[in-house]
C-alpha cells in the first residue's frame, strides 16, 4: 500500500463560481476555503492528513483508496494520479492526488 500525496492546485472564490459573493441566510459572506494553491499534505495507509478538511477528506477518500491500492487512470491523468474537487458547490477546491513510490 502506498502513500498518496495531496496537492491543492485551485481554490475557488464563491465570486469565480457564481459571478457574485455569496451570503449564508444570516447575512454572512463565505470567502474561500482556507486551503493554500501548492500546499501538499501526505496520506499514510489511507489516514487523512493532520489538520485537513473532512469535507473534502469525504468527497476524496474513494479516489484516495483506489490510487492507494493500485487503480490506473493511465489514458486519463497518468498512471498512480488523479484530480478531485471538494463537494462544496459554494467554494471548491481541486487537488492533485499522486501515489507515492513504496521506499
Do not use: Q
Request: with cysteine; charged share 30%; hydrophobic share 30%.
Amino acid at each position: 500500500m502506498s502513500k498518496i500525496k495531496i496537492t491543492v492546485v485551485k481554490n475557488f472564490s464563491p465570486e469565480e463560481v457564481f459571478g457574485e459573493t455569496f451570503h449564508r441566510p444570516s447575512g454572512k459572506e463565505i470567502t474561500k476555503c482556507g486551503f493554500k494553491e501548492g500546499e501538499t499534505y501526505i496520506s499514510d495507509n489511507g489516514n487523512m492528513p493532520e489538520d485537513f478538511c473532512h469535507h473534502a477528506w469525504f468527497g476524496m477518500y474513494p479516489k484516495i483508496t483506489f490510487i492507494r491500492y493500485g487503480g490506473k487512470f493511465e489514458d486519463w491523468a497518468g498512471d498512480g494520479i488523479d484530480y478531485v474537487a471538494c463537494p462544496d458547490g459554494i467554494r471548491p477546491v481541486v487537488f492533485k492526488l499522486e501515489r507515492l513510490s513504496e521506499e
